[in-house]
């Protein structure tokens, strides 16, 4: 069965400060990785996705890696900021028809000042 | 130029009541989904439609139909509803394709007293 596991649940660290979100997938066969930023109240919004051949993508101050091989993804932020405060989550997806997508549970960061 | 857009955003509702959700994309995608999120923030699908044809139906009860008129709306209709149905639920649209990115509406925060 296709599982999307991240870690830790929930996170909390100081304005300024970088933090690393973890993700752990056994979805196959595997097609791209996404992460995907969720304010409250709003609809997930995608921020990098990646495909079994990338091993980091970045978009400014978030930069993900991939390991295709230990099926693991780290999403990386750098200089938080308040805004940054959010659910992060990881989104899996696999290469049947219809590129079924399977959800992490998500990591809740909190940026406090 | 809301790309997803649910109508409404909240609703509260009695049990045993019939109440209706409406999407509607405006990105020419093929593909459009129902997820739900529950308390603990787990975004879990439901239905999936690929040019109105259902594609994808999760265990989820008979009491939540989903109907799809045309490509770019997906309504969702639930009968009977009971107390467990709370949650926030979420319409995304996509492209068919393995790097198709879904693109999710605001949500609709469903209360059932």
């Known amino acids: 069965k296709n599982q999307v596991e991240q870690s830790p649940q929930s996170l909390i660290i100081l304005e300024g400060k970088n933090c690393t979100l973890q993700c752990n997938y056994t979805v196959s066969p595997f097609s791209n990785l996404r992460w995907y930023k969720q304010d409250t109240g709003r609809g997930p919004v995608s921020l990098t996705i990646?495909?079994?051949?990338?091993n980091t993508k970045s978009n400014g101050r978030y930069t993900a890696t991939l390991d295709a091989d230990t099926k693991q993804s780290s999403l990386h932020i750098t200089a938080s900021q308040l805004s940054d405060s959010a659910s992060y989550i990881c989104?899996?997806?696999?290469?049947?028809?219809?590129?079924?997508?399977?959800f992490g549970k998500g990591t809740m960061l909190l940026v406090s000042p | 130029d809301t790309a997803v857009s649910q109508t409404p955003k909240y609703l509260v509702t009695q049990m045993g009541n019939d109440k209706s959700i409406k999407c509607e994309q405006n990105?020419?995608?093929?593909?459009m989904y129902w997820y739900k999120q529950d308390s603990k923030k787990f975004l879990k699908i439901m239905f999936s439609?690929?040019?109105?044809?259902?594609?994808i139906n999760e265990t989820v009860p008979n009491r939540f139909s989903p109907k799809s008129p045309d490509k770019a709306h997906l309504n969702l209709h639930i009968n009977s509803l009971e107390l467990g149905d709370s949650a926030v639920y979420f319409c995304?649209?996509?492209?068919?394709?393995?790097?198709?990115?879904?693109?999710f509406g605001q949500g609709t925060r469903l209360t059932v007293v």
């Open positions: 989104v899996v997806s696999d290469l049947s028809g219809y590129s079924t997508l399977t």
């Open positions: 990646m495909t079994f051949s990338e």
């Open positions: 995304a649209s996509s492209h068919v394709g393995g790097q198709a990115e879904a693109f």
């Open positions: 439609y690929n040019n109105k044809e259902l594609i």
């Open positions: 990105l020419g995608h093929d593909t």
